[in-house]
T-cell receptor, first 115, second 114 residues
Framework: GAVVSQHPSWVICKSGTSVKIECRSL??????MFWYRQFPKQSLMLMAT?????????EQGVEKDKFLINHASLTLSTLTVTSAHPEDSSFYIC???????????FGPGTRLTVT | QQPVQSPQAVILREGEDAVINCSSS?????VHWYRQKHGEAPVFLMI?????EQKGHDKISASFNEKKQQSSLYLTASQLSYSGTYFC???????????????FGTGTRLQVTL
């Protein structure tokens, strides 16, 4: 149980375009989803927290207008990187938490390369 | 503030033991431990909620000290499959009704060799 999927696994896009990443909880209802970014050989840095049906809470330094998060249902959250630039190239990972559960379950991640 | 892990990296021979520490400057509500292999997402290992708690499965265990500012992960009789980067994720005390979030530590790279 507790499986989280991400799509796509990797994406290469041109500078200036937008990219959407999907995060789905397959066998549980994710009341809270988290989006992280990880640069090579570094730790995971939380970008934003989203609760189903409400606006995402962004961490300090993360641009809301650039990283659009939508948590439209209890099983799906999307992250859209708008007007992507090479410095946005990174490993983006989502995680999901069910209700009051303490555990966070991570998706397999999406590697974004902006050329 | 990001928790500090030590050591930053360790190389073990198969069968040897290792200890990874995670220290916070603030009292913590909980500590989560994850292992991440290269190019993959972190995999949940365990969570500790109470000061003084210790738990484990297989040959991996962890403790959460009484003052709730430090946690240690113990790997005994290491196997090749233990190789990866270990992260602690910490939660601080927050107001009720607010979704809690994890702050990940600096990471410890573990390599197990034959």
């Amino acid at each position: 149980g507790a499986v989280v999927s991400q799509h796509p696994s990797w994406v290469i896009c041109k500078s200036g375009t937008s990219v959407k990443i999907e995060c789905r909880s397959l066998d549980f209802q994710a009341t809270t989803m988290f989006w992280y970014r990880q640069f090579p050989k570094q730790s995971l840095m939380l970008m934003a927290t989203s609760n189903e049906g409400s606006k995402a809470t962004y961490e300090q330094g993360v641009e809301k207008d650039k990283f659009l998060i939508n948590h439209a249902s209890l099983t799906l959250s999307t992250l859209t990187v708008t007007s992507a630039h090479p410095e946005d190239s990174s490993f983006y990972i989502c995680s999901a938490r069910e209700g009051l559960s303490y555990e966070q379950y991570f998706g397999p991640g999406t590697r974004l390369t902006v050329t | 503030q990001q928790p500090v892990q030590s050591p930053q990296a360790v190389i073990l021979r198969e069968g040897e033991d290792a200890v990874i520490n995670c220290s916070s400057s603030k009292a913590l509500y909980s500590v989560h431990w994850y292992r991440q292999k290269h190019g993959e997402a972190p995999v949940f290992l365990m969570i500790l909620l109470k000061g003084g708690e210790q738990k484990g499965h297989d040959k991996i265990s962890a403790s959460f000290n009484e003052k709730k500012q430090q946690s240690s992960l113990y790997l005994t009789a290491s196997q090749l499959s233990y190789s990866g980067t270990y992260f602690c994720g910490t939660e601080r005390y927050i107001n009720t009704g607010t979704a809690s979030k994890l702050t990940f530590g600096t990471g410890t790279r573990l390599q197990v060799t034959l």
